[in-house]
């Protein structure tokens, strides 16, 4: 092995080195799954284009159905649905989720 003949090979292998960065590796994801964990949106909000329908809940078919019913109410179909919650990419714990729900594909709009 080329690679094991390295004198900085040897010198950060000898002291340990490796395995205690890939320790600090393993103990950092760690720590960061649990506060993403503790950190994860409740629940979520939405709001009309007209400032009119507001909803918090994490069920976005049932968003979805009550905005349908506000937009009937209301007579306009020209409304439309945003989110107010932000996506956190800091949160590992909701990245599956950013990716396959259909809550994140609404529009952002600040409150």
């Given at each position: 092995m080329i690679w094991a003949?390295?004198?900085?090979?040897?010198?950060?292998?000898?002291?340990?080195y490796v395995v205690k960065?890939?320790?600090?590796?393993?103990?950092?994801?760690?720590?960061?799954?649990?506060?993403?964990?503790?950190?994860?949106?409740?629940?979520?909000?939405?709001i009309s284009s007209d400032g009119g329908?507001?909803?918090?809940?994490?069920?976005?078919?049932?968003?979805?159905?009550?905005?349908?019913?506000?937009q009937e109410k209301i007579g306009d179909t020209n409304v439309v649905l945003y989110r107010t919650t932000k996506r956190n990419p800091?949160?590992?714990?909701?990245?599956h989720d950013y990716l396959t729900n259909r809550r994140w594909k609404y529009s952002y709009k600040k409150k």
């Open positions: 003949d390295c004198p900085l090979w040897r010198r950060q292998n000898e002291g340990g960065i890939g320790i600090f590796i393993v103990i950092f994801f760690m720590i960061w799954v649990v506060v993403s964990f503790l950190f994860a949106p409740f629940s979520y909000e939405y329908f507001y909803h918090e809940g994490r069920d976005v078919k049932l968003v979805e159905y009550m905005f349908k019913e506000y800091l949160l590992i714990t909701e990245w």
